[in-house]
């Protein structure tokens, strides 16, 4: 019997990260269609206002599974993919962003401030984004060398960005609180994934 030769690793990478790019413009192709063609409904804008938050949060909740599914199945080089799908999700919290204070709001800053201080909601959204603004510019090999150890500290703010995201979520479709519940959860599993790894990793002795 002949023995398949095994996949080669980086042509199952290329394969992965160029489903990455699809997926992640996927999104923007859909809504300019959409708005060009008129079939985003009777408001527009705040179609691509939930679409684009919905996305954000799907990126970083999938930026967040890198390191535990790495742990759990032990397929190292799923690591690779982390950079691009946390870029993705500082992409779309932009255009999510520049969607509400340009097309909803036309840049006023005033209002925008006005908001970001009297809805609680836009108030942990915008917390959000400015937490993912560190994230996305020290995402570099450059940075990483630069920070070192602080470079994982930081980098943890993650999970406090996606926190802020799934309340935003929540606190703004009010009623249908379906896909935001889905997101805390599996926000919630992989925190609880975090843990148990944490704890079952032993502690280094210092030596007096």
């Given amino acids: 019997m002949v023995k398949r030769p095994a996949a080669n690793p980086r ?3 290329l394969l992965l990260k160029t489903a990455i790019w699809l997926i992640g413009l996927g999104p923007i192709v859909w809504l300019t269609v959409g708005f060009f ?3 985003l409904g009777v408001l527009p804008v705040d179609t691509i206002i939930l679409v684009e938050g919905r ?14 599914v790495r742990r759990i199945t032990g397929w190292n ?4 993919i982390r950079r691009l799908l946390g870029l993705f999700a500082f992409f779309h919290v932009c255009v999510h962003f520049l969607a509400y204070a340009g097309i909803d709001q036309l840049f006023a800053i005033g209002y925008i401030i006005e908001d970001v201080l009297d809805r609680r909601y836009i108030t942990a959204g915008f917390a ?3 937490l993912m603004v560190p994230l996305a510019v020290t995402s570099t090999k450059g940075w990483i060398r630069r920070l070192g150890k602080r470079w994982r500290k930081l980098h943890r703010l993650a999970y406090l960005s996606a926190s802020l995201g799934v309340l935003h979520f929540y606190w703004k479709v009010r009623a249908d609180t379906f896909w935001p519940l889905v997101a805390a959860l599996t926000l919630a599993a992989l925190f609880a994934v975090r843990l148990a790894y ?3 990793t032993p ?5 007096k």
Wanted: aromatic share 6%; glycine share 2%; no cysteine.
């Fill in 11 to 13: 042509r199952r990478m």
């Fill in 37 to 39: 063609r008129g079939t």
């Fill in 55 to 68: 996305w954000t949060l799907v990126f970083l909740l999938a930026t967040l599974a890198v390191t535990p």
């Fill in 77 to 80: 080089r799923i690591i690779q």
């Fill in 128 to 130: 959000a984004l400015v």
């Fill in 198 to 200: 944490r704890k079952r």
């Fill in 203 to 207: 502690k280094k002795i210092v030596r």
